[in-house]
């Protein structure tokens, strides 16, 4: 089978519909020999903040001296990011074409047999999460990272049985029309990856979340810790990264962390006090591999500097919560600059919101429609958000979006490209042409 043919497969796989509940997932589980149960896995949930809490958690059970597998979701700049090792020695290694070919010559025929035996054919992300598990086997990684798709109790990823310990993040409204209209119905469903016995992890945020995480954690025995914001001091931001203090058992640590953005010392709490709970459970890990992994940590894509002279920044900012926290980051990193936004969102998502709380701020929109099925027209977007900024640029697509931002850039200005993970890796390969050229 080639690459092309496997992803074909792969991205076909959705036409079949998803089927609600984890008996799909499970019975191509089952067929495969049950991969997910060879694996020491960290769960990692929540509405904002997943994908930074697992970067900094891999980075330092990394430096720790851990081969840690890491599945995430979406892709940003190349499919084969989704599914990753991190290790001292390798730094990073996506997984290559040929193991995404090996396993799909393994999971095709099955899901053929799966339908033949009644079972739905799983989609595309029930496939994409068997052949991680299938790979971090093959490649005997120390621990996995998992973190989940969307909502948690009927996630994909949900699977595993007894995970080293459930990290969920904070918890906003999203996904709506899957995961219900309340917050307390959201975070049912973020909650339902905590298991019976293993610890609990989350950081202090709104009570009705902060209710329902207890709740379940006492219904499952599993041990919770919840961070509180009044143990970090110091906060201290700056391009260059943030420093801050951390109080944990009557001592005080500091800190420096390589991601950029006011919500990220929350987040580099939450993977301190996970990997802190982890040692205790018997994976050693010293304050300087928790030091080094925090210092070292990346997280593309999100409040990421890709350029300089001018600046231009590039965020995943796609709902309320995520708008606020970039919100936030613009007038702490960029206080009385000029704006410039490129924007490009899905049309599922709630962007008259996102526009209300960040358009204010900007002197130019110049809006575009992503590369995806789901996305919102820039025509429709910049009506949206001529409610909000009186200079709003129609562009279509991306090349044309950076050339009219760069030719409005006045020196000192900042150009901010956000609201849909899904083009900004399109929109770097653009900038990375133009620096060619």
């Not at 796989?13 to 960290?42: A, S």
């Not at 598990?133 to 093959?138: E, G, I, M």
């Not at 709506?176 to 293993?198: C, H, N, V, W, Y």
């Not at 810790?225 to 951390?246: K, Y």
Request: hydrophobic share 40%; aromatic share 6%.
């Amino acid at each position: 089978m080639t690459y092309k043919e496997a992803r074909e497969f792969i991205d076909d796989c959705n036409k079949y519909g998803w089927k609600p509940g984890l008996d799909t997932i499970k019975e191509l589980l089952r067929r495969l020999g049950n991969p997910q149960d060879k694996l020491r896995c960290i769960h990692v949930g929540g509405t904002n903040g997943k994908g930074s809490t697992v970067a900094l958690l891999s980075s330092i059970l990394s430096q720790a001296g851990y081969r840690v597998g890491r599945y995430v979701s979406p892709a940003v700049f190349t499919y084969e990011e989704m599914i990753q090792i991190e290790s001292k020695e390798k730094q990073t290694q996506f997984i290559s074409k040929d193991s995404i070919c090996k396993a799909i010559e393994l999971i095709k025929p099955l899901c053929a047999s799966m339908v033949m035996d009644g079972f739905a054919h799983p989609t595309t992300f029930e496939i994409e999460t068997a052949i991680a598990f299938l790979y971090f086997t093959w490649e005997r990684v120390d621990l996995t990272i998992l973190e989940v798709g969307m909502g948690g109790r009927l996630d994909a990823t949900n699977v595993i049985k007894s995970p080293v310990c459930s990290v969920i993040t904070s918890i906003g409204m999203e996904h709506m029309q899957f995961l219900g209209e309340t917050l307390d119905k959201i975070a049912r469903e973020k909650a339902g990856i905590i298991k019976a016995t293993s610890p609990v992890i989350t950081f202090n945020q709104q009570q009705e979340a902060i209710e329902v995480i207890q709740e379940i954690s006492a219904l499952r025995n599993s041990p919770l810790t919840i961070v509180s914001q009044d143990n970090i001091s110091n906060i201290h931001h700056a391009l260059e990264g943030i420093r801050f203090s951390l109080q944990h058992d009557g001592r005080i640590e500091d800190y420096h962390l390589g991601l950029l953005g006011e919500h990220q010392v929350k987040n580099a709490a939450l993977a301190i006090e996970t990997a802190k709970i982890m040692n205790r459970l018997g994976y050693p890990i010293d304050d300087e591999a928790i030091k080094n992994g925090l210092s070292h940590a990346r997280w593309r894509g999100r409040f990421e500097i890709v350029h300089k002279n001018p600046y231009i920044v590039v965020d995943g900012a796609h709902n309320i919560d995520a708008a606020m926290n970039l919100k936030a980051s613009i007038e702490l990193y960029f206080p009385d600059r000029r704006l410039i936004y490129i924007m490009g969102v899905l049309a599922d998502k709630d962007y008259n919101s996102i526009l209300s709380l960040t358009a204010p701020l900007a002197h130019t929109i110049i809006t575009i429609t992503p590369n995806n099925s789901r996305a919102l027209s820039s025509q429709d977007l910049s009506i949206a958000a001529r409610k909000y900024c009186n200079n709003v640029i129609d562009s279509g697509n991306i090349d044309g979006a950076i050339e009219k931002a760069l030719t409005e850039a006045k020196e000192n200005d900042v150009i901010i490209a956000f609201g849909s993970l899904t083009y900004l890796g399109d929109l770097i390969n653009c900038l990375n042409v133009r620096k060619e050229d």
